[in-house]
């Protein structure tokens, strides 16, 4: 199994930018990708981007295409997510998530995820 630990939400100003990381525990976690998703409230939990083991292929929502950025460090079980340009549409808990396929470029299950963190952008 997979643990994942999100961090580094908070409040911040449109047009400001906030990193988000995400520590992962497993023996297995440098084979699996890793994804972002985020629920606003009142709707559904909605993916926001996704990374390979190998960090190589990189997927991302159309309304984040541009803003964010996700990135991987393996050595440090670690995934993170650089949030630039922010929109008040962007407030939402961000949730880690793994899945076992190494799977991003097409709907797939996603095994793990974590507790999430809330992110809040100020207009």
């Known amino acids: 199994q997979v643990q994942l630990v999100e961090s580094g939400g908070g409040l911040v100003q449109a047009g400001g930018s906030l990193r988000l990381s995400c520590a992962a525990s497993?023996?297995?976690?440098?084979?699996?990708?890793m994804g972002w998703f985020r629920q606003a409230p009142g709707k559904e939990r909605v993916f926001v981007a996704g990374?390979?083991?190998?960090?190589?292929?990189?997927s991302y929502a159309d309304s984040v295409k541009g803003r964010f950025t996700i990135s991987r460090d393996n050595a440090k079980n670690t995934s993170y997510l650089q949030m630039n340009g922010l929109k008040s549409e962007d407030t939402a808990v961000y949730y880690c998530?793994?899945?076992?396929?190494?799977?991003?470029?097409?709907?797939?299950?996603?095994?793990?995820w974590g507790q999430g963190t809330q992110v809040t952008v100020s207009s």
């Open positions: 990374i390979t083991a190998s960090g190589r292929v990189t």
């Open positions: 497993g023996r297995s976690f440098s084979t699996y990708a």
């Open positions: 998530a793994v899945n076992r396929d190494n799977i991003v470029l097409r709907p797939v299950n996603w095994n793990y």
